[in-house]
């Protein structure tokens, strides 16, 4: 509907207006879920604001303070860094995970405390060699 709305005739006649035609077009018949009722969880009270939630969820935002977001962020990172295939990729992930992490040490946003520092990056990958090491097991004739 990007038609707007002509100069001197009622806001809600012109909405109205809109949905009949929406409907006479049969764009109301088509939609996933018409004629069903809404999905609701019966274990959990009523929550009114349920469907902005499944709206976040399904676009992709996080309803957490930037800085537990980040938090939450950079154990995921260091997961993936344990996980990664090469060397070259715990590197990365752990470059642009420390940028991050240090901007939000300099310049925080409201909220409560990040609580992480940068990770020691050769650290972090002498750690993934030995776990790395570790995995493959012991080399065929070290015995």
Known sequence: MTERKPPGVDFESWVDRQIRDAEARGDFARLPGAGKPLPRD??????????????LAREGYSVLPP????????????????????ERVVRRIL?????????MMYKPPPGPP??????????????????????????????
């Open 67 to 86: 800085t537990l977001a980040l938090r939450k962020e950079a154990e995921d990172a260091l997961e993936a860094a344990y996980a990664a295939p090469s």
């Open 114 to 143: 990040l609580g992480k520092k940068p990770y020691d990056v050769e650290g972090v990958v002498r750690q993934w060699r030995e776990r790395r090491a570790a995995a493959d097991g012991p080399e065929p004739g070290d015995a």
């Open 95 to 103: 470059t642009e995970i420390n940028v991050k992490i240090r901007d």
């Open 42 to 55: 019966m274990e959990t009270p009523y929550d009114e604001m349920w469907w902005v939630k499944r709206k």
